[in-house]
């Protein structure tokens, strides 16, 4: 080159103040989950519906819904908003109540199923190829394979009286594809290069997998269990409704399974309010966890 | 000067599965016998195209990938006899910058907890001074205090590699392995990270073992340089020597084929026909042979011995059939 | 090739792209201009995120709009302005009269069909022929970027060939109806360097055998040395300096045209410690300076350099130009 060689520069500090990237990849979900109205529009209705169920763990409203106060099968009035039951029971109160059997059923076994197939996942994608995956997978295989209500029915009598029976039933098999999912995940992040930074350093794998891996996976997470909420809950109402279900207290699908004697007498309120009281619910959080799923897409994410 | 690093005849296999039962139906020889040394504080640079064995070399060095056999024998020690443990604590003095900084940080780890998870791993020092290395570290990459708590999205590519240099500088280590540190920078970043890496040689002394395909990065950064091809190392020599008189036919194929950011000078290239062979399969005798312009009968048969065209204490190994009678010793 | 004296293929005035993103519109080409003469060969040099490869895409309208939108400006090629024609008629245009080849050949190609399927589709979609006719023409033009045996790999898929096959592969796909002008965005930058020289060449010699304008699109000053009669550099958005490629390579006028050439490493004959650099790194296009956006970086900037930006002002006589007050000289 005909020019001479410039004086070098002194290699400085080199850092931009970068303020319009200091957001974290939840605040980008938070903002693509904000624009997405129908989402919205669906979380709004999922804490509503929140909101009856806290206020009815606390004991602030529908605590008459065991009481026989009415007449049976009273018609909707300013009294018994919904009706009244077979027995004189409070409609409206009871599908109150059942919203917070919805939640708790839908939120332990989200919860347990999350974390269980998260952990096995885990496990099975970081150890592909081993006999840790093999065996992982053959329990997939054998959990997937089994009919589910036939499943739980055999929970049921195996375990029985326990109340707990469904919920054990629906975690021991709903974990399997959140498995499959974190699986695979795990198995493309292992090769990332950050993965293999910390095996350089002499990092032991399990703190690996929980520490560098795991927080990668948890928009899948997310989403799955609130994929599993809804399927919980609808399980619920089914087993509810063969008398696999909710042993104490009342639920949509015991309401439902009452209603059988009540529709054949041509009353509809039992059956008609614990319908709309599940579908509102179920649509409201399948909107949010579409938008949910959306919002995490990193694809999406990475083209904004 | 005294050898820190010996690697002898170290070869990777990865086996490639196939048909009704997972059997292991042939090998992907990677590295297929490479030697070398490395001296205390110089650094022998590697050079080749994709698929030449290069990063896997690399990394089975460090043994990240297990290598199928061979000898690495680092300050003395055989690092393919150790077990699970002892290999854990020989990790404190060889460290690994990889090629692509959006890939190479957790995501979801500060600035501070990816620099220091080094330090916690080994146990180093009481938390109050591991806090304090970290920022000796930023300070020596050139980042400044303020970074800690950031997370890497929000750095440039040049700067996540100054944050993966000094993660890879803080348990102080005498040998790191560079795998082609610079090639996903722009070019006026490029040059930032590289001087960064020459002072770190010089005021350290650490060795580097530095990957790239670009020829010049390699002249600027290594006092050795290795030329690899097909898994094997086909030149050896000091890169004054090499890049002056390059003598293997492959070398001197890649040196013309560099575009020269300088219109006036149109070099004479060597055009090599065809593409590189597949590892799997790779052809008997010499690897080039199939693309060689030089290429001789002999060499479709014997794999070339590795012959010494410098002299005794200013060696140049070549491994090629042509130079069978220069041998200098 | 003198540009003088005669009217240019293609006329770029005034192109403003700016995208629409959460944080505010990004202008990602902020007001450029230039020409294109018939059987010119013109570099679009820069770094990431300079602008470059949109400017190449919004030739074509390939930018996605929305978020992205021609705000202002006009393209003039061959006498119709490519901004005021409809999708069908820019349709067209694509393949036959501008075509456009790609970094990554792999994304381009369609996996499930031949080559010679897809290149068969494209010449029967511009050009009256029959399947037969078609086939011939395919095969021809295979032959003609130098692949081996045409008649054979026509008929395979993308995936049973190699990189510097399938770019070229795109080359025959783009060559094969004829086009005045070629836009080459980055067309090796995926390729081994040996394969990069094959490929270039073939470039070099197709144009001149085709007669056609090229636009090379590249970060890489030394394949912009050897190919290019002109040369555009870019910085954010900005076209900081052009000027013929003598003149750019030994008279850079920008300073920071100047820094990129210093900067870049390359062979030499002595080895340096310190690779000259540019200080600091490109700013955020949604926090430009208000004057010069190179100022902050730059050795020579003023304050009146920081207050306002400086134009291109091109020499009516050399067809050369600089965006700076004070120019290196």
Same mark, same amino acid.
């Given at each position: 080159m005909s020019s001479v060689a410039p004086e070098p520069v002194v290699d400085e500090t080199v850092v931009d103040d970068g303020s319009a990237h200091r957001e974290s990849i939840w605040a980008k979900t938070v903002y693509k989950l904000r624009r997405d109205r129908l989402g919205m529009v669906g979380l709004s209705v999922v804490l509503l519906y929140f909101i009856v169920a806290i206020g009815v763990w606390l004991g602030i409203?529908?605590?008459?819904?065991?009481?026989?106060?009415?007449?049976?099968?009273?018609?909707?009035?300013?009294?018994y908003w919904f009706g009244t039951n077979i027995i004189g029971q409070d409609v409206f109160a009871r599908a109150i109540y059942s919203t917070k059997t919805a939640f708790e059923v839908g939120l332990v076994v989200a919860v347990l199923s999350t974390i269980i197939g998260a952990l096995l996942g885990a496990l099975a994608g970081f150890f592909s190829g081993t006999w840790i995956d093999e065996i992982i997978l053959w329990l997939k295989g054998v959990l997937d394979s089994i009919p589910f209500y036939l499943f739980v029915a055999a929970v049921a009598f195996a375990l029985?009286?326990?109340?707990?029976a469904m919920h054990i039933a629906m975690v021991s098999t709903f974990w399997t594809t959140t498995g499959r999912l974190v699986r695979g995940e795990v198995i493309k992040l292992k090769n990332f290069e950050f993965v293999e930074a910390a095996r350089a350093i002499g990092v032991p794998q399990v703190v690996i997998i929980f520490r560098h891996i795991l927080p990668n996976t948890f928009h899948i997470l997310l989403v799955q269990a609130t994929i599993v909420f809804v399927a919980a809950i609808k399980s619920e109402v089914i087993l509810s409704f063969l008398?696999?279900?909710?042993?104490?207290g009342v639920s949509w699908g015991l309401m439902i399974a009452e209603s059988t004697q009540e529709v054949l007498a041509g009353f509809f309120n039992n059956f008609v309010w614990a319908s709309v009281f599940l579908f509102g619910l179920v649509m409201a959080f399948n909107m949010f966890s579409d938008a949910l799923q959306d919002a995490l897409d990193p694809r999406k994410v990475a083209s904004e | 000067m005294s050898t820190l690093l010996k690697v002898v005849d170290l070869k990777k296999y990865f086996p490639v599965r196939g048909g009704m039962f997972h059997?292991?139906?042939?090998?992907?020889?990677?590295?297929d016998g490479v030697s070398f040394e490395l001296e205390k504080g110089r650094t022998l640079g590697l050079v080749g195209e994709s698929g030449c064995g290069k990063s896997t070399l690399g990394r089975a060095v460090l043994r990240l990938h297990e290598p199928t056999s061979g000898q690495i024998i680092l300050n003395g020690d055989d690092?393919?006899?150790?077990n699970r443990e002892a290999l854990t604590a020989h990790r404190r003095q060889m460290q690994i910058i990889f090629q692509d900084p959006y890939a190479s940080?957790?995501?979801?780890?500060t600035v501070a907890q990816t620099i220091q998870e080094p330090l916690d791993v080994h146990k180093i020092g009481t938390p109050r001074e591991r806090e304090k290395k970290v920022e000796e570290l930023l300070d020596v990459v050139g980042?400044?205090?303020?970074?800690?708590?950031?997370?890497?999205?929000?750095?440039s590519g040049g700067q996540r590699q100054r944050i993966g240099i000094a993660r890879s500088l803080a348990l102080n280590p005498n040998f790191i392995v560079a795998d082609?540190? !610079?090639?996903?920078? *722009?070019v006026s970043v490029q040059s930032q990270v590289l001087n960064l890496i020459a002072r770190l040689q010089r005021e350290h002394g650490i060795s580097f073992l530095f990957i790239s395909h670009d020829l010049a990065v390699i002249q600027h950064v290594s006092d050795d340089v290795g030329v690899m091809y097909l898994g094997r190392l086909v030149e050896l020599a000091s890169a004054d020597d090499l890049y002056r008189k390059p003598r293997h036919p492959y070398t001197k194929a890649l040196m013309s084929a560099i575009p020269v950011p300088?219109?006036?000078?149109?070099s004479k290239r060597i055009i090599l026909g065809g593409d590189v062979p597949s590892p799997m399969n790779p052809p008997p005798g010499c690897p080039f042979h199939t693309r060689?312009?030089?290429?001789?009968?002999r060499c479709k048969e014997a794999v070339p011995p590795r012959i010494? !065209?410098?002299?005794? *204490?200013q060696p140049h190994f070549v491994d090629c059939h042509l130079f069978a009678d220069e041998s200098a010793t | 090739m003198s540009s003088e004296n005669k009217t240019p293929l293609l006329s770029v005035r005034n192109l403003v792209v700016e995208f629409s993103t959460r944080y505010g519109p990004v202008r990602?080409?902020?007001?450029i201009s230039f020409d294109v003469y018939p059987n010119e060969t013109v570099g679009i040099v820069g770094e990431s995120g300079c602008g470059k490869t949109v400017t190449g895409l919004t030739l074509l309208?390939?930018?996605?709009?929305?978020?992205?939108?021609?705000v202002q400006g006009s393209i003039n090629f061959d006498g119709r302005d490519?901004?005021?024609?409809s999708e069908k008629e820019m349709q067209e245009m694509r393949g036959s009269d501008i075509s456009m080849i790609f970094q990554e050949p792999m994304t381009a190609l369609?996996?499930?069909?031949?080559v010679g399927n897809q290149m068969i589709d494209v010449l029967r979609r511009h050009k009256n022929l029959t399947r037969r006719q078609a086939r011939e023409l395919a095969i021809n033009m295979l032959d003609t970027v130098g692949i081996p045996a045409p008649r054979k790999r026509i008929?395979?898929?993308?995936?049973?060939?190699?990189g510097g096959m399938r770019q070229r592969v795109m080359i025959a796909m783009a060559l094969s109806c004829g086009p005045k002008l070629l836009i080459a965005d980055e067309?090796?930058?995926?390729?081994d360097v040996t394969t990069q020289a094959q490929v270039m060449e073939q470039i070099v010699k197709l144009q001149d055998e085709f007669h056609m304008s090229m636009i090379l699109v590249t970060h890489d000053l030394g394949v912009v040395a050897e190919s290019c009669d002109r040369a555009i550099v870019m910085y954010c958005g900005n076209i900081i300096e052009t000027a013929a490629i003598d003149d750019l390579f030994h008279?850079?006028?920008?300073p920071y045209t100047r820094g990129l050439l210093d900067s870049i490493p390359r062979i030499r004959e002595e080895r340096i410690t310190e690779l000259p650099i540019i200080r600091g790194m490109v700013p955020d296009l949604l926090h430009l300076?208000?004057?010069?956006?190179f100022a902050d970086r730059c050795?020579?900037?003023t304050d009146e350099c920081r207050q306002d930006k400086p134009v291109v002002n091109i020499d009516?006589?050399?067809g050369n130009g600089v965006a700076c007050y004070h120019p290196m000289g």
């Open positions: 409203w529908a605590t008459e819904w065991g009481d026989v106060e009415g007449p049976k099968w009273a018609p909707m009035s300013a009294e029985s009286g326990n109340p707990y008398g696999l279900g909710v042993q104490d | 059997r292991v139906v042939a090998h992907v020889k990677a590295v690092l393919m006899t150790l940080l957790s995501p979801r780890r980042l400044r205090k303020q970074v800690l708590s950031r997370y890497p999205h929000e750095f082609e540190p !610079v090639s996903a920078l *722009d300088d219109p006036k000078k149109k060689c312009p030089d290429a001789m009968p010494n !065209v410098g002299s005794e *204490d | 990602a080409v902020d007001d309208q390939l930018i996605p709009m929305p978020p992205g939108r021609i490519l901004t005021k024609l369609n996996p499930v069909f031949s008929d395979e898929y993308p995936h049973q060939m190699s067309p090796t930058t995926a390729l008279k850079p006028q920008h300076p208000d004057g010069c956006r050795p020579r900037a009516p006589v050399t």
